[in-house]
Protein backbone atom coordinates (compact mmCIF):
# COMPACT_ATOMS: atom_id res chain seq x y z
CA UNK A 1 0.00 0.00 0.00
CA UNK A 2 1.46 3.16 -1.04
CA UNK A 3 0.37 6.36 0.37
CA UNK A 4 0.11 9.49 -2.23
CA UNK A 5 0.49 13.31 -0.31
CA UNK A 6 -1.63 15.02 -2.10
CA UNK A 7 -0.61 19.16 -2.08
CA UNK A 8 -3.11 21.39 -1.71
CA UNK A 9 -4.97 23.24 -4.61
CA UNK A 10 -5.50 27.03 -5.51
CA UNK A 11 -4.05 29.78 -4.05
CA UNK A 12 -1.98 29.98 -0.98
CA UNK A 13 -4.00 31.94 1.74
CA UNK A 14 -1.76 35.08 2.71
CA UNK A 15 -2.83 36.06 5.99
CA UNK A 16 -5.23 39.35 6.99
CA UNK A 17 -6.08 41.62 4.38
CA UNK A 18 -6.59 45.57 4.68
CA UNK A 19 -10.00 44.36 3.08
CA UNK A 20 -10.54 42.17 5.76
CA UNK A 21 -9.43 43.86 8.40
CA UNK A 22 -12.16 46.83 7.39
CA UNK A 23 -14.86 44.40 7.50
CA UNK A 24 -14.16 43.01 10.72
CA UNK A 25 -14.25 46.28 11.93
CA UNK A 26 -17.41 47.77 10.27
CA UNK A 27 -18.61 44.47 11.60
CA UNK A 28 -17.51 45.22 15.26
CA UNK A 29 -18.75 49.08 15.11
CA UNK A 30 -22.50 47.53 14.04
CA UNK A 31 -22.48 44.90 16.64
CA UNK A 32 -21.82 47.75 19.21
CA UNK A 33 -24.56 49.81 17.78
CA UNK A 34 -27.16 46.95 17.65
CA UNK A 35 -26.07 45.46 21.49
CA UNK A 36 -25.30 49.16 23.12
CA UNK A 37 -29.67 49.53 23.93
CA UNK A 38 -29.90 46.04 25.47
CA UNK A 39 -26.68 47.21 27.72
CA UNK A 40 -28.51 50.30 28.66
CA UNK A 41 -31.89 48.64 29.14
CA UNK A 42 -30.60 45.97 31.65
CA UNK A 43 -27.89 48.31 33.46
CA UNK A 44 -30.86 50.69 33.69
CA UNK A 45 -33.47 48.16 35.24
CA UNK A 46 -30.54 47.13 37.75
CA UNK A 47 -30.99 50.21 39.28
CA UNK A 48 -31.79 52.67 41.97
CA UNK A 49 -34.76 55.13 40.87
CA UNK A 50 -32.10 57.84 42.62
CA UNK A 51 -29.13 56.63 40.25
CA UNK A 52 -31.59 56.42 37.01
CA UNK A 53 -32.56 59.95 38.04
CA UNK A 54 -28.91 61.14 37.91
CA UNK A 55 -29.22 61.06 34.20
CA UNK A 56 -25.97 59.21 33.33
CA UNK A 57 -27.43 55.69 31.47
CA UNK A 58 -23.82 54.11 30.78
CA UNK A 59 -22.54 54.28 34.60
CA UNK A 60 -23.01 50.90 36.61
CA UNK A 61 -25.10 50.86 39.51
CA UNK A 62 -24.40 52.00 42.49
CA UNK A 63 -26.50 50.00 44.22
CA UNK A 64 -27.88 46.36 42.51
CA UNK A 65 -31.56 46.14 43.25
CA UNK A 66 -33.98 43.92 41.37
CA UNK A 67 -37.22 46.22 42.72
CA UNK A 68 -38.18 46.52 38.82
CA UNK A 69 -37.99 42.72 37.88
CA UNK A 70 -40.47 42.43 40.46
CA UNK A 71 -42.85 45.02 39.89
CA UNK A 72 -42.81 43.33 36.09
Do not use: E
Amino acid sequence: MTSKTQTPRGPKPNGISPSRIVVYSILFVAAVYYLLPLYVMVITSLKDLDDVRQGNIFSLPVRLTLDAWFKA
